[in-house]
C-alpha cells in the first residue's frame, strides 16, 4: 500500500442518504474526502441531518449540485482530480 493520501470523492446521486453514511465513514481513513450531491437533499430528514452534521464535524465538504450543464462540468472537474469515486 501506498503512504500518500488519496483524494475520495463521493458523489450521492440515487441514494442520497446511503452516500452520506459512505462518506461519513471514509473520514475514518486518514484520505481526504469531499461529497458531491446532484439534485435535492431532504434536508428535513433527521438521517440526512446527522449524517450532514458528522461530515461538517470532519470538515468534509459538501457540494450540492442542480441537474443544469454547468453542474455537470463541475463533477466532472471534480472527478478528474480525484483518486477514487464512489457513486451511489
Excluded: H, W
Excluded at 56 to 82: C, H, I, K, W
Amino acid at each position: 500500500m501506498s503512504d500518500s493520501a488519496k483524494r475520495i470523492l463521493v458523489v450521492a446521486r440515487d441514494d442520497k442518504v446511503e452516500a452520506l453514511r459512505m462518506a461519513t465513514g471514509l473520514t475514518l481513513l486518514d484520505d481526504p474526502v469531499r461529497v458531491a450531491v446532484i439534485g435535492d437533499l431532504d434536508d428535513g430528514s433527521d438521517d440526512v441531518q446527522m449524517q450532514l452534521e458528522a461530515l461538517d464535524f470532519a470538515d468534509v465538504p459538501v457540494e450540492r449540485l442542480t441537474n443544469a450543464g454547468s453542474a455537470y462540468q463541475s463533477l466532472a472537474g471534480m472527478m478528474s482530480e480525484s483518486d477514487a469515486v464512489l457513486v451511489v
